[in-house]
């Protein structure tokens, strides 16, 4: 008998299916030789303090650090856990095989391997490792099984990440909650979440010190075009008054015309940080929300693996693209014109060397439906960025224009698309949400000949410097990604990426930590401290708790683990003998300091008060938005009422759909 243990029950059924495994019995599916059954998510995790030392359990500044000599697992408690555990290890003691078929990326594959550990698997182990869900890819997945050797550094990288968010969360929240909370409150510190919330204070204490400074441009109008002054800023008025009367009773004098033809290739490949970034942007969707709703998708047999961290393809995926354009049938009138084409084999797009466990997110071609309104949106993102890879570049045409009025210099510069290109797939009529945001408006300038001359309007604007703009979740996301750093540029960004703060997978959930305790709260799309959050990243003088870069450096090692090249023993010492240092340092301060409760954020206001009135039923739920009761299924509408995408699993959660206005009628009567 083999055994396959699957991530969930839903991915199971389609694991079975393939297998030919039909008879359903009680936690697993059986059948063909196989017996395929499931976890729900973490089944085990690494022992609480009290469970090494009794003395551990209450919180005592004596007891710090708290180091176990050797790091154990244990099975949550939870009744329902602990019956899928007792099927799963029953059926582990008969397996001749087992295949490990968990969520293909380094927290899946802790995961498993932990319930395994704790089953006491002792038969030979594979593993499936697939990118989607489809019944191509886990059939071709079960012909080619990977050894479980071949991801033991992915395992040790995962083992790691855990060993070392526990020595430092455990110690370090206990270490500045017993020397700087009040009231009861517990101060959570992270090895991700500190430096994520530093950065938000950090801009927030930016923008609060900032001061304002008066500047001039000088502009001049010449021919209904408008040319800037190549001395930039004026910072005096004086200075700038006097470049505005020396200009003035001029001619303007065209003392150059310049043009080039350039080329613009299509936007890269989603990995799940741009796609995150680019649904908050167009939809003001949460990271958390988007990637519920992308996860959802590739659960559906969609889109590929969503927990990404390329933008790349496989060179293996070439062959498979006029399969899956084909599949597109919603967007026939895009794929049609390259349908019986050699498509484009760029670096920009397929390149092994940037693709390690996943490729880049895409469509599978499976024929789309059952979305929820959020998952459409999300899909339609994914799905045209897929097809604009494949159309050729967008063609421009850009010219530069200098003139002289007395003894100062202007440009101006203009654009003109010449070839849309891959923009079509993006135009506004498309229902495609309108251009990308960073797309300059076109500008397109009248014929100019050198040495013309003529009259001209001079212009003198008066502005002040502006401070730097709160974090939104999409800049957030990007300067995580960057470990703090502005950039913008798509290559560097991607060489910055194994030194961000956290996994693609893990910073939605960061982000919601840091709103769950109360360290931050939404200002519209603004991502803005509380006076608990700001008080605590205050104390914090540890640089290696709250600087995004040295975090990134602890990131960049765990990567290195992943590919051997960094011993994991090494980075478990390192942790240990920083959080030692990090003891030694707080328990040394006697400033006093303490860090004031916040009160939870109060529910949004309408902006206009209203007579009072009756009591109005709670606002029906949103489709796609994650499970009020269980959290792991998202809300789905019914005939009768709302309910949860895991009912099949057990989640009970109903809520009735909204009275029609006949019905409230009826109601008044």
Known sequence: MIVCIAEKPSVARDIAAVLGARTRRDGYVEGNGYCVTWTFGHLCTLKEPQDYRPEWRAWSLSALPMVPPRFGIKLIDDEGIGRQFGIIASLVSKAEMVINCGDAGQEGELIQRWVMQKAGCRCPVKRLWISSLTEEAIAEGFRSLRDEADLQPLYEAGLSRAIGDW????????????????????????????????????????????????????????????????????KSRAEAEAAMEAVSGQDFTVTGVTGKRGTEAPPRLFDLTSLQVECNKRFALSADDTLKAIQSLYEKKLTTYPRVDTTYLSDDIYLKVPAILDGLKAYDRLTAPLKGKK???TKKVFDNAKVTDHHAIIPTGVPAHGMTDVEARVYDLVARRFIAAFYPDCRYASTTVTGRAGDYGFKATGRQVTDPGWRVVF???????????????ERVLPAFAEGESGPHVPQLADKWTQPPKPYT?????????????LVDDEELREALKDNGIGRPSTRAAIIETLFKRHYIRRERKNLVATPTGVQLIGLI?????????????WENKLRKIERRQYDPRTFIDELKAMVAGLVMSVMADNSGGKVVVADPPAAPQPARRRAPRKAKAPAAPVEGMACPACGKGTVIRGKTAYGCSCWREGCTWRHPLPATPADGDKQAQ
């Open 473 to 485: 979740e999409a800049t957030l996301l990007r300067a995580m990604e960057t470990a703090g750093r």
């Open 427 to 441: 135009a506004r009529d498309d229902d495609g949400g309108g251009r990308r945001d960073d797309d300059d408006e």
């Open 541 to 553: 003088r540890d640089d290696l708790l709250k600087s995004a870069e040295l975090t990134g450096q």
């Open 167 to 234: 020595i430092l969360g455990m110690n370090a929240t206990r270490l500045y909650t017993l020397k700087y909370a009040s009231q009861r409150q517990v101060l959570s510190i992270g090895r991700v979440q500190t430096p994520t919330l530093a950065l938000i204070v950090r801009r927030q204490q930016e923008i609060e010190t900032f001061v304002p400074e008066q500047y001039w441009e000088l502009k001049t109008v010449y021919r209904d075009t408008v040319f800037a002054s190549d001395k930039g800023r004026f």
């Open 343 to 345: 498509l484009p084999r």
